[in-house]
């Protein structure tokens, strides 16, 4: 722009994106994909693994985003954050411990839609705007009392991390023998989730060994990305049972992982809710002490609506082998809740990357409004 014949450039928006987990810039990364070549942005990112000792929190970003096709140069660690400012904060967690010095306006877009609800939550209300899956979380947090006048900004937007499984070409066979295997069996994911007496913890190594003792199928196994138990090394103790139908994944995006799977085995992980989105099959693993626990602390937590009425239920590895077969052999039972599952929970998926894109311009200022298919 020209004032009185004196070229005036405009300063770009500072944007920063900060997690703690991977799977919290997996929810972000197609957001970032679409707003990396703005010219009115800088586009930072920062946080890194989170190490707890002594109650003190630290993060550290070595790998963090090394999986991810980024601007590496614009990665800065938590500390060097803390003494900037930013016109926009992004985050896909509740935590307000990676805020910078100061920043303009804060954008909340989850990273989990799980049963536990943990993000119905009054946690979530530190930040101003917030990014909602679909209709579900927008009930829940009505219910919930947690919109309130001049409080945080609420909007369905969709959730950008389950976008790519319902567009585009996904090569299944292609993707498995990439993997190394048979792209003809039919193929299992088993997705624990990471809190403490989940599946993995109670019956997981009998789970994969039941299953590999089978021959039928084959086995991806997906770890938790930022599990409770940190004691308990996983990848070690599972490698041993690898062979040409089961492989570790050491991968932080599941999404083509549920792509790829004609079954998903879960317990209480929002992977279970996305998988709904293909109308596939899915066994639950039965984790009572996980989930009574979550009860007492977490109020929002939701089984009667959905919870693991989507899928077969398998109460301990002596009958997982029985619950694969039946689910297999009748793929359709739970279509039709899975179906509203779905619809309830995601606000028409597939496009919702493009909304959040809408909403961060919006709250730096660079849009009059939001997007017309925000609600």
């Not at 109650?55 to 060097?80: K, M, N």
């Not at 930013?86 to 990676?98: E, Q, R, Y």
């Not at 010095?101 to 839609?113: A, K, L, P, T, Y």
């Not at 493009?354 to 298919?373: Q, W």
Request: charged share 25%; net charge positive.
């Amino acid at each position: 722009r020209h004032k009185c014949g004196v070229a005036v450039l405009m300063s770009k928006k500072r944007i920063l994106f900060a997690g703690y987990a991977p799977v919290h810039f997996v929810c972000f990364e197609s957001v970032y994909r679409l707003l990396k070549s703005d010219p009115r942005l800088e586009i930072w990112l920062s946080g890194g693994f989170k190490h707890v000792q002594n109650g003190e929190a630290t993060f550290s970003l070595g790998g963090f985003y090394d999986s991810f096709e980024v601007d590496h140069a614009r990665v800065i660690p938590h500390e060097q954050a803390k003494q900037q400012d930013f016109d926009v904060l992004i985050c896909g967690h509740l935590s307000d411990s990676l805020f910078p010095r100061s920043v303009g306006r804060s954008v909340q877009i989850f990273h989990g839609v799980s049963i536990k609800n943990r993000s119905v939550r009054e946690k979530a209300l530190r930040y101003d705007i917030l990014c909602l899956p679909g209709r579900y979380h927008a009930e829940m947090y009505q219910r919930h009392r947690l919109v309130r006048v001049k409080g945080s900004r609420c909007f369905i937007t969709g959730f950008p991390k389950v976008d790519a499984i319902v567009q585009g070409q996904f090569n299944r066979d292609a993707f498995l023998r990439q993997m190394g295997v048979n792209p003809h069996r039919p193929t299992l994911l088993y997705a624990p989730t990471g809190d403490k007496n989940n599946s993995l913890e109670i019956m997981g190594e009998k789970v994969v060994s039941a299953i590999r003792e089978a021959k039928q199928w084959n086995l991806l196994i997906k770890l938790h990305d930022h599990p409770k138990n940190t004691s308990l090394d996983w990848i070690a103790r599972l490698s041993d049972l690898q062979d040409e139908r089961i492989r570790l994944i050491h991968d932080w995006n599941v999404v083509p992982y549920l792509q790829a799977a004609d079954l998903l085995i879960t317990d209480a992980s929002s992977v279970g809710v996305e998988y709904t989105l293909l109308d596939r099959p899915i066994v639950f693993l039965e984790v009572p002490k996980l989930l009574k626990k979550l009860a007492r602390k977490h109020t929002a937590m939701d089984m009667e609506t959905y919870g693991q009425k989507i899928g077969f239920l398998a109460g301990k590895s002596d009958n997982i082998v029985d619950a694969i077969t039946e689910a297999l052999s009748a793929p359709d039972q739970h279509s039709e809740i899975r179906r509203q599952m779905a619809n309830h929970i995601f606000h028409k998926p597939g496009s919702a990357s493009s909304r959040v894109a809408g909403i961060i311009l919006y709250a730096a200022g660079l849009a009059s409004s939001i997007p017309n298919d925000v609600e």
